[in-house]
């Protein structure tokens, strides 16, 4: 096979597994997404070890040099995956947040978090899946008002306006929804 063709490949699996961890936009985490990452894990290292074995036997045999691409995809491939995995908590990890909410309806951990360019995730969890839905806000006086979001999701868990509270909590203008109160940057 070509060395090329055997590169492409090597970048599709680590591309296919840590994309998983790296969004641009409102996304689900779920079961899929891990039995991916782990498929596309073991497929790169499949390969990988395919490669190794070869460059081993052209090294012993034929005095041939190993090729350290692989190996330098490897290691990327890791520090990406290890990146993700720790860091799978955050929405993204490029954006500092200014606010972090937590629902305080019993039984919950929906969150919201907002951001200095007007832009706020929600992260609402269901049984499977953990959902993070994207949006837009703008603060008007004392009155937070989101939009642009996928309301069928949000609006189970969160309202569309919110009044700064004192205690830097969000209460709801609707009666339907619960109180946000900020949760600490940890």
Known sequence: MNRKFIYFILCFFLFLGVKQYFHFSSYSIGIT????????????????????????????????????????????????????????????????????????????DDKIYLYKDGTCVFEIKEIENNNIICGKFKVIKDTLTFSEFDSVLVNKSFGTQYFFGKDSSLISLDDKYMQIVKINNN
């Open 33 to 108: 997404q891990g039995i991916i990452v782990v498929f596309s894990f073991l497929l790169f290292f499949i390969v990988f070890f395919t490669l190794l074995i070869k460059d081993l036997y052209y090294l012993i045999k034929f005095n041939k040099r190993i090729d350290y691409i692989p190996s330098i995809l490897l290691g990327l491939f890791i520090v990406l995956l290890v990146y993700g995995v720790s860091n799978v908590d955050k929405p993204f990890l490029w954006k500092k947040e200014f606010y972090k909410g937590k629902n305080i309806y019993y039984g919950t």
